[in-house]
């Protein structure tokens, strides 16, 4: 839910990249190297210790306050990581920027797999639920996956209600942190295809 729309808003906000890393020494040695950059990011849902924000989007809405924002969370950054060494075109996909990376993907006429972070290696209900989104925003013959999330996806009324119904999303209630759950549901707010661009270190850079 936030990781990828966190990485949207961003880009949206005027950070000209995002360095995703998996952990936090990692971060916090990019910004050494790399500044003029920002630390976002968080470990089950808690701010980390002198880093600049969080990982909630809406800390990024604002104006950009460098060129370079450094971000890792306990699950999203380490998927897109893993991606990037894995495939040569990887695009971030949220509900926030839906319509956009859908056609982003569709434009090459290849297969396309969606990709969920999940919550600790499981399966998390706001991850397969905008995978279906996606899914369905695609043209094509959906894998029997790719159905699932679908179905999942129609099962719901609304985006607010697919997010919220989900494990993600009581995390978050818990945490105080329920606005980020309407902020990440607006569906198309941000036209930007945030998009992995080479390696830096052990980052994934994603510029748009």
């Known amino acids: ?18 360095l995703c890393c998996a952990e936090i020494d990692e971060a ?7 500044g003029p950059a920002k630390l976002a990011g968080e470990r089950r849902l808690e701010h980390i210790p002198g880093f600049d924000f969080g990982n909630s989007p809406r800390e990024l809405a604002g104006e950009a306050a460098a060129e370079t924002l450094i971000l890792t969370t306990t699950n999203g950054t380490r998927l897109l990581v893993s991606a990037a060494a894995r495939f040569e075109r990887v695009y971030v996909g949220s509900l926030l920027n839906l319509d956009a990376v859908a056609a ?23 991850d397969a639920y905008c995978a279906g989104r996606i899914a369905e925003a ?9 159905t699932a999330a679908i179905r999942i996806a129609r099962s719901f009324a609304s985006p ?11 995390n978050l209630r818990r945490h105080g942190l329920e606005e ?13 295809v945030p998009r992995f661009v080479r390696t830096v270190g052990p980052a994934a850079e994603v510029t748009r």
């Open 1 to 18: 839910m936030r990781a990828t729309s966190t990485i949207a808003q961003a880009l949206a906000s005027g950070y000209r990249r995002v």
């Open 28 to 34: 916090r040695s990019l910004a050494e190297t790399n």
């Open 104 to 126: 982003a993907a569709a434009e090459s006429g290849e297969d396309v797999a969606l990709l969920c972070a999940g919550v600790l290696g499981e399966l998390a209900l706001d």
């Open 138 to 146: 695609l043209s094509g013959e959906p894998s029997d996956s790719a």
């Open 160 to 170: 607010r209600e697919g997010l919220g119904a989900s494990r993600s999303a009581g």
């Open 180 to 192: 980020d759950i309407e902020w990440c549901a607006r569906e198309n707010a941000l036209d930007v």
